[in-house]
């Protein structure tokens, strides 16, 4: 009987995985304003120097604002970059005013159907969306008007997003780079599969790596079967402070302190110092922010309280 | 203004609930704290929840992708795990919501802006030149969707002449454009535009023809020299200018012990944090 073959190991640390970010290049980040953003991907980015990244999205916050304050980036794409009911990201705000970051106007739906356009094999994907506004007028960057073949009807040309990278959050992975999500989750998220799919190559960080079998036995919660992932990286409360659908809450206290930290480039500088660069690994970081606080971020534990 | 014995927000709430229309489906967008909550979300779902015990039952709200949540059961907070687990008959990807603005499904787009022009034009993108932005907000969000796509937007503000604006810096959302005939249409737009903005002050619609911005109703209290005080243009008035009718016994009853008894609403407290709308 033949034994079987090895089969590729997708499975990586993060160290590695964030190798495969070279500067210069396009990264789309997923997630949505402070919701499951792979923010240990982007503290681990910014410990590693990246530079003059464009990053694209469809609705950032942190993740764009840290990586704007730490200087790795000189273009963003996305239809908003804020903290929510934490006010705005300041670092985003400073360096479009400069000059030093240039934002290029989306709408949610005009970037989620560039990912999708991309997923989907297309190179381009018409929408009315963006007509007569000012994506129209001063944003006309990788769109074009056009009139429908069939009817006439005026439409905009969106050009698709194929990026670099993709970097998404997501629930459990196997080794072989099967990612699975939870059933019950926000819905804002499923956007992050067609962020995956518009990549040239794909990086998903997973709260848990599970078993082969696991994943046999719930095949429907599988939303990238292995061949379409280039690498899965294990980073346990990897969205933080960010919010994980029903596995933790996002941290209020530490958006306050970050949003407070952000007031001027010095400050957040002290920031970087001490909540980037100061922890060396992820597990620093978690160790940094505390069990207790954790534990407070877990208390429903997934289920219903 | 003397005590009339009903808050701005109530009064807000009762005005919006009588623009709804049975059947229809009114999107709300979830993500901000304080004053401007009870505007963009406390408002619209309390209002929402009005019109189906008064007079639209099968009006279906939406808060992004949760779709005909239960309104006698507000979460009690706004952490993700409550958000999750709001009771509703239907939570969908969100770009599956969010198309169907484009299929034209959505009949009500509650929106809000930083600056908004005489013919409903809105921006929340920057203050300023685009390029070199004095003040720069946080981007389009879904603001351009909804007013390319929705039957027609509805917009809660506070009156102020800052907000109301005789040019916007940027066009985020768009009204009536310059207000000339069919403008919308000849862009190649297919939503109706802004219907209606309910505000601290008054009531505004916009006239059929010129496509400008009119002060339809002006709330008990409050004169039309008020309005135009606090408008950064030279603001219309309808000619059939009329008082708001003020909430009801019946309406103040359903919002006070039914809809919002705890303030979750139209006090913020949904967000932990209590706010009101300050005149």
Known sequence: MNKELERQVKLTSLTDAVGLVENGSTVAIGGSIIRRHPMAFVREMIRQGKKDLRLIGWNNGADFDMLIGAGCTNKVETAYVGLSMFGMALNFRRAVESGAVTMVEHSETTAIDRFKAAASGLTFIPSKTPLASGMETECVENSVHIKCPFTGEDYIALQAWTPDVAVVHMHMADRYGNILLDNRRMMDNEIDVFIAKSAKKVIVTVEQIVSEEYVYENPHLNVLPKCWVDAVVETPYGAHPGSCDTRYDYDAQHFELYREMSRTAETFKGYLDEWVYGCKTEMDYLNKIGIARLLELTRARGVRS | ?279
């Not at chain 2, 039952?57 to 992708?65: E, L, Y």
């Not at chain 2, 802006?113 to 685009?130: L, P, S």
């Not at chain 2, 390319?148 to 604006?165: E, F, M, N």
């Not at chain 2, 000619?239 to 003020?246: A, G, H, K, Q, S």
Request: proline share 6%.
């Open chain 2, 1 to 279: 203004m003397s005590s009339p014995g009903y808050t701005i927000a109530e009064l807000l709430t009762v005005v919006t609930a009588r623009e709804l229309r049975d059947g229809e489906v009114g999107f709300v967008g979830i993500g901000t704290g304080g004053e401007a909550f009870i505007l963009a979300v406390g408002i619209p779902a309390a209002a929402m929840r009005l019109a189906q015990l008064t007079h639209a039952p099968n009006f279906v709200p939406m808060f992004g992708p949760i779709i005909d949540a239960d309104l006698r059961r507000i979460p009690k907070s706004m952490a993700e795990h409550d958000l999750i687990y709001w009771p509703s008959k239907c939570q969908i990807p969100l770009d599956d919501a969010l198309d169907m603005f484009k299929r034209g499904k959505i009949d009500v787009g509650f929106i809000s802006g930083t600056q908004i022009d005489r013919y409903g034009n809105i921006n929340i993108v920057v203050i300023g030149d685009y390029r070199r932005p004095k003040v720069r907000l946080v981007g389009c969000l879904a603001q351009t969707d909804h007013c390319a796509h929705a039957g027609r937007t509805i917009s809660i503000i506070k009156h102020a002449k800052r907000t109301l604006v005789e040019k916007v810096d940027f066009i985020s959302g768009v009204g009536f454009l310059d207000g000339s005939p069919d403008a919308r249409k000849r862009a190649g737009l297919r939503g109706g535009g802004p219907a209606k903005l309910i505000t601290t002050l008054c009531v505004m619609g916009f006239h059929p023809e010129t496509h400008e911005m009119q002060v339809e109703s002006v709330h008990p209290g409050v004169s039309v020299d008020d309005v135009r005080a606090n408008t950064g243009f030279d603001v219309q008035v309808a000619p059939d200018l009329r008082d708001t009718v003020p909430p009801t016994e019946e309406e103040l009853k359903l919002i006070r012990e039914v809809i919002d008894p705890k303030g979750m609403l139209l006090r913020a407290l949904w967000t932990g944090q209590e706010a009101t709308i300050g005149v």
